[in-house]
Antibody, heavy 122, light 109 residues
Framework: QVQLQESGTGLVKPSQTLSLTCTVSGGSLISGGHYWGWIRQHPGKGLEWVGYIYYSGGTYYNPSLKSRVTISLDTSKNQFSLNLSSVTAADTAVYYC??????????????WGQGTLVTVSS | EIVMTQSPATLSVSPGERATLSCTASQSISSDLAWYQQKPGQTPRLLIYGASTRATGIPARFSGSGSGTEFTLTIISLQSEDFAVYYCQHYKNWPPMYTFGQGTKLEIK
């Protein structure tokens, strides 16, 4: 059973960088076909895809966040990380890490972390 | 950019009844649509993929239909545990992009 767990700073000051790590257990980050992604949910709102990385290290980001987002991989620790720079209050959200897999011919998120609330405030 | 629009925003249905939730894509997405359920304080759970295929362990009272731009999630014989927020999601291969609808809250009438 694959499990994902987010960790990182829950309070970030405006203009600083949000940093989160997702630790994966029960499965390898370098398994082919899987993408490892970040999704966020603003308080009381819907889901927004932030970006993903796949086993070779290739990344894709939501165009609305692309200039501020970096996702990286640490295969030795079976972890992947999110950095979001120049944060504002609008970046306050619950951040989920999740695995994207192909079911049939369709790419979906099948395993999710519990989510971690990040608040941007001085 | 493909926009996914869900309706209604809130749906009030009595236990035991049927709920019908809609998701509309701003352009044709074939059958590339998934549905997720999110209960308060919990993570989203995959219900349906490929517009109509139930994910592993999902009860038969959940069904998905549609293709192109119009999609429906139907839940028959609503159980207490079904009251939650439901999201539709589309994945575009190139350039890669996951897009979620804004959600439909299914509440007890």
């Amino acid at each position: 059973q694959v499990q994902l767990q987010e960790s990182g700073t829950g309070l970030v000051k405006p203009s600083q960088t949000l940093s989160l790590t997702c630790t994966v257990s029960g499965g390898s980050l370098i398994s082919g076909g899987h993408y490892w992604g970040w999704i966020r949910q603003h308080p009381g709102k819907g889901l927004e895809w932030v970006g993903y990385i796949y086993y070779s290290g290739g990344t894709y980001y939501n165009p609305s966040l692309k200039s501020r987002v970096t996702i990286s991989l640490d295969t030795s620790k079976n972890q992947f990380s999110l950095n979001l720079s120049s944060v504002t209050a609008a970046d306050t959200a619950v951040y989920y890490c999740a695995r994207s897999n192909v079911w049939g011919n369709y790419r979906v998120f099948d395993y999710w972390g519990q989510g971690t609330l990040v608040t941007v405030s001085s | 950019e493909i926009v996914m629009t869900q309706s209604p925003a809130t749906l009030s249905v009595s236990p035991g009844e049927r709920a019908t939730l809609s998701c509309t894509a701003s352009q044709s997405i074939s059958s590339d649509l998934a549905w997720y359920q999110q209960k308060p304080g919990q993570t989203p759970r995959l219900l349906i993929y490929g517009a109509s295929t139930r994910a592993t362990g999902i009860p038969a009272r959940f069904s998905g239909s549609g293709s192109g731009t119009e999609f429906t999630l139907t839940i028959i014989s609503l159980q207490s545990e079904d009251f939650a927020v439901y999201y539709c999601q589309h994945y575009k291969n190139w350039p890669p992009m996951y897009t979620f609808g804004q959600g439909t809250k299914l509440e007890i009438k």
